[in-house]
């Protein structure tokens, strides 16, 4: 819990709470192949006093929690070099954050950092009590990040993924 003043209590939010996740989708000739993937961030944590809301997540926490609609079901082996390839040559080590400029009604406006790029992002948030929803688009280029490739290119994922937040907040 994270407390403004003596009188405000900021809800928090991590993954004791609720889920983060980020949705990726295949293209390309041999997508068929390939797998979308749901990859859980296991370790994050957010707080949201209806003026600010303010993210963290830890990029070598992301797991393989699904692969759907590929030919052959994804293995324990494939989800550990997806992982294995996410930390090495697409997201790093450094540290995600999120903080909000501005927050009115449902809409947030804020900047996004990833692998040590910052970049304007804008989201719906819905709030339902203490519950908050987001569906937040990122396109990878923006961030400096190549969208993985496989199969000598025919195999791609989507440069636009989608992060996904669902959590109730404690406070």
Request: proline letters at 4%.
């Amino acid at each position: 819990m994270v407390i403004r003043d003596s009188l405000t209590v900021v809800p928090r939010y991590g993954p004791d709470t609720g889920r983060l996740e980020v949705h990726t989708y295949r293209e390309g000739v041999a997508a068929k192949v390939g797998h979308d993937l749901i990859i859980e961030v296991t370790k994050w944590a957010a707080s949201d006093d209806g003026g600010m809301l303010e993210l963290t997540a830890d990029p070598t926490s992301l797991v393989v929690r699904e692969g759907n609609r590929g030919v052959k079901p994804l293995t324990d082996k494939d989800r550990a070099s997806i992982q294995k390839t996410i930390e090495k040559d697409i997201l790093g080590t450094q540290e995600i954050t999120f903080s909000s400029k501005s927050v009115e009604g449902g809409g947030v406006k804020g900047d996004l950092t990833i692998a040590g790029r910052t970049q304007p992002v804008e989201f719906d948030l819905q709030r339902e009590g203490d519950r908050v929803r987001a569906k937040i688009p990122v396109v990878q280029t923006r961030w400096g990040i190549k969208p993985y490739r496989g199969f000598m290119g025919a195999l791609k994922v989507r440069d636009d993924v989608e992060v996904v937040l669902d959590a109730a907040g404690v406070g």
